[in-house]
């Protein structure tokens, strides 16, 4: 489910990415095919990032039930008795095992909270380094590189100008 979450966030940051940055070359349509490409090339490297930096947190999540939210022990301490009367050889495995899925429950609170926390701090994250940092390096990579003819297409007239 993180996977397929950070898969739609990516698509949806893409198109927004890839629609200013159209806008922005509204006026150079030599340079709209390299930073669409440029864009989108940059984007799912960052996905795949990203994907990974899911599945992490997600192993340490199974590695240990570690918190020190002071929640944990809140909802933790709000566990009541049930009346399990038509148990009573059992009272106290069942008491044992009511009161750890009553931590687990808080604790998976947490967990939750937590990873909608990290996602959404790691999402600004890479927004941030990806837009300010990395897109333009990635733009110019594109129209240099050599199989791409780069330079070549943006001295090309475009055809309006080729008619007159």
């Known amino acids: 489910m993180p996977e397929h979450f950070t898969g739609e966030v990516r698509n ?24 669409r490409r440029a864009a989108q090339n940059l984007i799912a490297k960052k996905k795949d990032e990203s994907v990974d930096w899911v599945r992490e947190i997600i192993g340490m999540e199974n ?5 020190c939210n002071p929640e944990h022990v809140a909802n933790c301490s709000g566990i009541g008795v049930i009346d399990v009367g038509h148990l009573r050889k059992h009272v106290g495995v069942v008491q044992q095992a009511f009161e750890l899925k009553m931590r687990m429950i808080a604790y998976w609170k947490i967990v939750l909270m937590r990873l909608v926390d990290s996602m959404a701090l ?33 001295l090309d007239e475009s055809p309006l100008v080729a008619e007159c």
């Open 122 to 154: 790691h999402i600004m994250f890479i927004i941030q380094n990806t837009i300010n940092k990395q897109m333009e390096e990635e733009i110019v990579n594109d129209l240099m590189a050599p199989e791409g003819g780069g330079i070549e297409r943006m």
């Open 12 to 35: 949806y940051i893409e198109r927004i990415v890839i629609k200013v940055l159209m806008h922005h070359c509204d006026n150079y349509p030599q340079l709209q095919s390299s930073t």
């Open 63 to 67: 590695q240990t039930d570690y918190t």
